[in-house]
């Protein structure tokens, strides 16, 4: 029920971009995705919901794949602040009202 | 104002004790939850209320119990705390029960010695 994310960890030089994978065995009906610093709190980025659309938010953006289950982060022009782990949360079909999480990307933007 | 707060940020205890955590909100959301972050990062969904009533209640130990007195407001207490439990606890709330940004609290680191 758990989404898998990949890559599990990925290093980046500022300014290159990245692409954070999130998919489940379960159809959904939307995918979250979240970002965690370092002894803080996740903060939410932003929301898919079932229809295939995508998403923006200055730099950040996310697509959701329904048929494939799959739902796609993607950063480009990384800067230092984007540094954290990444979560996707996933809601299957059916309304369950629970917000699954994967296990986190870890993302680290060298200068 | 902080959105979602909790209290206490830290506790240490000795295995076999007792300890509560409270959380409260001030956005006037209707649902609250607690989720469990441990050593490796994985946030576990424990509990989930909606308006003071409990929808979701994963598998979690009877030790763990939530109490919801109002809407604004989402405590956990642990009995019997095991090693295992020692985890971030974070709680969030969401304006509807599904399909909501979370937001969470700061959270509260339990140690278990």
């Known amino acids: 029920q758990q989404p898998v994310q990949s890559p599990q960890a990925v290093i980046l030089r500022e300014g290159e971009d990245a692409v954070i994978n999130c998919s489940s065995s379960?159809?959904?009906?939307?995918v979250h995705w979240y970002r965690q610093k370092h002894g803080e709190a996740p903060v939410f980025l932003m929301i898919?919901?079932?229809?295939?659309e995508q998403k923006g938010h200055e730099k950040i953006s996310a697509s959701f794949n329904e048929k494939k289950q799959q739902s796609s982060l993607y950063l480009t022009a990384s800067q230092l602040s984007y540094s954290g782990t990444y979560f996707c949360?996933?809601?299957?079909?059916?309304?369950?009202?629970?917000?699954?999480f994967g296990k986190g990307t870890k993302l680290t933007v060298n200068p | 104002d902080t959105a979602v707060s909790q209290t206490p940020k830290y506790l240490v205890t000795q295995m076999g004790n007792d300890k509560s955590i409270k959380c409260e909100q001030n956005?006037?959301?209707?649902?609250m939850y607690w989720y469990k972050q441990d050593s490796k990062k994985f946030l576990k969904i424990m509990f989930s209320?909606?308006?003071?009533?409990?929808?979701i209640n994963e598998t979690v130990p009877n030790r763990f119990s939530p109490k919801s007195p109002d809407k604004a407001h989402l405590n956990l207490h642990i009995n019997s705390l095991e090693l295992g439990d020692s985890a971030v606890y974070f709680c969030?709330?969401?304006?509807?029960?599904?399909?909501?940004?979370?937001?969470f609290g700061e959270g509260s680191r339990l140690t278990v010695l």
């Open positions: 969030a709330s969401s304006q509807r029960a599904s399909t909501g940004e979370l937001f």
């Open positions: 379960k159809a959904l009906y939307s």
């Open positions: 898919l919901l079932k229809g295939g």
């Open positions: 949360g996933t809601e299957r079909e059916g309304g369950s009202e629970k917000l699954v």
């Open positions: 956005l006037g959301h209707d649902t």
């Open positions: 209320y909606n308006n003071k009533e409990l929808i």
